[in-house]
Nanobody
């Protein structure tokens, strides 16, 4: 079971990036996949989640209106489309497999994590 993130990079404020999370070794449609991030010196925080089976999504306040999460069960890939990026979005972004998607609390019970992809936004 493995998750591999890609698509990170360096952009200027206002720019966009699309992150990918490629899943292998398990059936994507049976799980929830969440995006998380961790900035230097800060705790890890949730960004967005998607139920790969039903397409239901959840986004934290930091992502609302700017980030969109989607899943392609055919290619076993989950995407995070990020627009209007700001310097405070600079972080390592991780995807993780979860068993539960709460409408009020997001992804719960994560058990498989990717190694992350760096996103750097300059002003």
């Amino acid at each position: 079971m493995q998750l591999v993130e890609s698509g990170g990079g360096s952009v200027q404020a206002g720019g966009s990036l699309r992150l990918s999370c490629a899943a292998s070794g398990f059936t994507l449609g049976h799980y929830v996949i969440g995006w998380f991030r961790q900035a230097p010196g800060k705790e890890r925080e949730g960004v967005s989640c998607i139920s790969a089976f039903e397409g239901r999504t959840y986004s934290e306040r930091i992502a609302l209106g700017r980030f969109t999460v989607s899943a392609d069960r055919t290619t076993k890939t989950v995407y995070l489309e990020m627009t209007d990026l700001q310097p405070e979005d600079t972080a390592v972004y991780y995807c993780a497999r979860a068993s539960t998607l709460s409408d009020s609390r997001g992804c719960r019970d994560t058990d498989v994590w990717g190694k992350g992809t760096q996103v750097t936004v300059s002003s």
